[in-house]
């Protein structure tokens, strides 16, 4: 199968113009095609069907796996082994299991998708997902959108896609894999690309879905929500950063290189786009490994993965912002005895820099990471306390005792997300985004009290 050979959706058909009408009327089919077949079917079959998905998109033989991989960085935004290792990374965790209990951790029961069920309280209770949901999907990462349509097929509800320019192509080579296995549930999926802020289609677009689930800048999010008709449900994901945090005696526990294999797994997944990649490296001082060793251990391993696993070409704007920040870095080491840089020579394919000034930095990403020493875990909260609001996503090295007790002050003062180091990019099935249920706030409840 080639490309050329998809055409099933409307970003099958490059060129072709998109209307307010055609939206409207596709999103009408969507309701249809909805009623049909997927509000008929039970959990069973559409678990079996995108764990069947899974298992292809993880087979190195797989058509359309062979397609995103020998797509452009253009077109998928990044290089052949970086996009094979996520895709792996994101189809691991689809199986039957995780499904049922993650509408085990969402329902309490997964029969309330189909049938009232009862609560201790002698109630009935039932729930329904949204007949149709549109996604708005970010431009840089595809997992969210898989995760999303997968989400939305659980509920039973329809959904309209919606990519930036360009961005398309593996949402539909997704589209077509559950095409390809059961074409009942494609026939309840729609995706298009236009460029975000067309009035027309965006308003036509909202006015059908019942509920849009939306990710990007907060600016992106604003502007979705002034456009939105009142009663029409918003579920947004912002802007979010992450860091990661080594604890004093973490290197006695798990051993120097594996903390820094871990660290490196965090930097180069996804080529550190994303609200789950670090930004900064946390180092406690006092212990056996030094944050600056820590640094410069970690330059190593990061040039010794670019052999294995390179980061790839990036846009000319994204290599201008780390050729910037290295200038500065290299100003400030000279000048400082706070300030060490490493990097890659003649690119900027990685780039370490230490500096003994805590507070958080973002980072110009793509590789570039940010060692910071730090004594305790108060103090990395006082000096996070100004971008408090924007957190994700922590990753620890730590014994498995000491991460238990550094994450209830870290859940005290609001992280809504603590895992090993290492898989801070690789979040399980049913992690709750942003401290927030992936089903919760998409569900109704119907209640049925009885006598």
């Not at 764990?51 to 960085?73: H, N």
């Not at 390179?310 to 290295?326: F, L, M, Q, Y």
């Not at 870290?410 to 290492?422: I, V």
């Not at 942003?434 to 009885?450: A, K």
Request: charged share 20%.
């Amino acid at each position: 199968m080639s490309e050329a050979q998809l055409d099933y959706f409307l970003a099958d058909k490059p060129g072709a113009e998109l209307t307010a009408t055609l939206v409207t009327e596709a999103c009408q089919a969507l309701r249809h095609n909805r009623d049909d077949y997927l509000a008929q079917v039970g959990n069973e079959p559409v678990i079996a069907k995108l764990t069947e998905v899974a298992s292809l998109w993880r087979s190195p033989d797989y058509e359309l796996r062979k397609i995103a991989l020998a797509a452009s960085l253009e077109e998928t935004g990044f290089p052949r082994e970086v996009l094979a290792a996520g895709l792996d990374a994101c189809f691991a965790d689809w199986t039957q299991e995780k499904f049922f209990m993650m509408l085990a951790q969402e329902l309490g029961d997964p029969t309330r998708l189909q049938s009232f069920a009862s609560q201790p309280n002698r109630t009935l209770s039932m729930v329904h997902g949204p007949q149709l949901t549109a996604h708005i999907a970010p431009g840089n990462l595809p997992v969210p959108v898989f995760q999303s349509i997968a989400f939305g097929l659980l509920l039973r509800s329809a959904q309209f896609i919606k990519c930036a320019s360009g961005k398309s192509l593996l949402p539909r080579l997704f589209g077509h894999s559950l095409h390809s296995v059961e074409p009942g549930l494609a026939a309840s999926l729609e995706i298009a690309e236009w460029k975000g802020g067309n009035k027309a289609l965006e308003s036509a677009l909202f006015a059908e879905a019942d509920c849009v689930v939306a990710s990007g800048s907060d600016g992106t999010l604003s502007a979705i929500r002034q456009q939105l008709p009142l009663a029409k449900r918003l579920v947004g994901y912002g802007h979010r950063v992450s860091f990661g945090y080594v604890e004093k005696l973490a290197n006695e526990v798990m051993g120097t290189r594996a903390i820094l294999s871990r660290t490196a797994d965090d930097v180069i997944a996804w080529n550190q786009q994303g609200c789950l990649s670090p930004h900064v490296i946390y180092v406690e001082q006092f212990g056996s490994l030094k944050p600056e060793r820590f640094a410069e251990m970690l330059a190593e391993e990061l040039e010794a993965r670019n052999d294995a696993m390179p980061r790839g070409p990036i846009h000319t704007n994204e290599a201008a912002a780390i050729s910037t920040a290295r200038r500065f870095y290299k100003i400030r080491s000279t000048n400082n005895v706070g300030t060490l840089l490493w990097e890659s020579e003649e690119s900027t394919n990685w780039t370490v820099v230490y500096e003994d000034e805590k507070q958080f930095q973002t980072s110009p990403l793509n590789r570039f990471i940010f060692v910071k020493p730090i004594e305790h875990l108060e103090e990395a909260l006082h000096v996070l306390e100004p971008v408090r609001e924007s957190m994700s996503t922590v990753g620890l090295a730590a014994s498995e005792a000491r991460m238990r007790e550094l994450a209830v002050p870290l859940a005290r003062w609001g992280m809504p997300r603590m895992c090993p180091l290492g898989q801070m990019q690789r979040p399980p099935l049913a992690w709750r985004h942003d401290g927030r249920p992936p089903l919760g706030e998409l569900i109704r409840w119907s209640d049925l009290e009885t006598a």
